[in-house]
C-alpha cells in the first residue's frame, strides 16, 4: 500500500511538472507576437522622438538621416538572409508610420490640445540607441518567423492591427507597416 501511495505521489509530482511547463511554455511569447510587439514599441517610442524634435525646433523629415536608417537596416536584414527588395519597403512604412505619428503629437502641442511634456528623453543618446536595440531584436524576431515558414497574411492583421494600436497613428499608415510585413521574404 505505501508502494502504491508512493507511486501516485511520483504521478501527482510529474503530472504537475508537466502542466507547469506547458503553462510556462502557452505563457511564452510566440515569435509572430515578438514581431508585432516589436513593432509596436518602436511605434510607441514616436512620441518621444516627437517630444525631442519639438523641444528643439527641428523638422519631422531628415531624408539624409532617413536613407542612412533605411541603408542599415536594410544591409542588416541581408545579412540575417532577409531579402533586401523586401525589407526595405518594410522599414520604409515604418519611418511613414514614424513621421505619422511624431506629426500628429507636434500637431497637437502646437495646438494646445494637450500640453506637450515638460521633458524628452534625448533623441542621440537615449532614444536612438533604444530604436536600434529594437530593431536588432526585432529582424531577429521576423528572421525567427520567416524560417518556419510562418506567412503574415489576412488571418494575423487583425492581431496586428491590435498589437500595433498606437495613438496617433493613422490606420492607412499601419496598415501599410503590415502589408509591407506580409511582403518580407528570405533570401532564396
Known amino acids: 500500500m505505501q508502494e502504491r501511495s508512493h507511486q501516485t505521489g511520483i504521478a501527482i509530482l510529474v503530472g504537475g511538472l508537466i502542466c507547469g511547463v506547458a503553462a510556462t511554455s502557452s505563457a511564452m511569447p510566440s515569435p509572430v507576437d515578438a514581431v508585432f510587439e516589436g513593432i509596436s514599441e518602436r511605434l510607441a517610442l514616436m512620441k518621444d522622438v516627437a517630444a525631442w524634435k519639438h523641444a528643439k525646433g527641428v523638422a519631422v523629415e531628415d531624408r539624409a538621416r532617413e536613407a542612412v536608417v533605411l541603408d542599415k537596416a536594410t544591409a542588416r536584414a541581408a545579412a540575417l538572409g532577409i531579402d533586401a527588395a523586401t525589407a526595405r519597403p518594410f522599414f520604409r512604412a515604418q519611418i511613414e508610420a514614424a513621421k505619422d505619428i511624431q506629426r500628429c503629437w507636434i500637431a497637437r502641442w502646437k495646438a494646445a490640445v494637450v ?14 540607441p533604444r530604436l536600434l536595440a529594437l530593431d536588432r531584436a526585432l529582424l531577429g524576431s521576423i528572421k525567427v518567423v520567416l524560417d518556419m515558414g510562418f506567412a503574415f497574411d489576412e488571418r494575423h492583421a487583425a ?21 509591407r510585413l506580409s511582403r518580407l521574404r528570405l533570401i532564396e
Open 115 to 128: 500640453a506637450p511634456p515638460e521633458s524628452a528623453p534625448d533623441l542621440q543618446t537615449e532614444i536612438r
Open 159 to 179: 492581431d496586428f492591427a491590435e498589437a500595433a494600436d498606437t495613438e496617433c497613428l493613422s490606420v492607412a499608415k499601419r496598415d501599410a507597416v503590415y502589408e
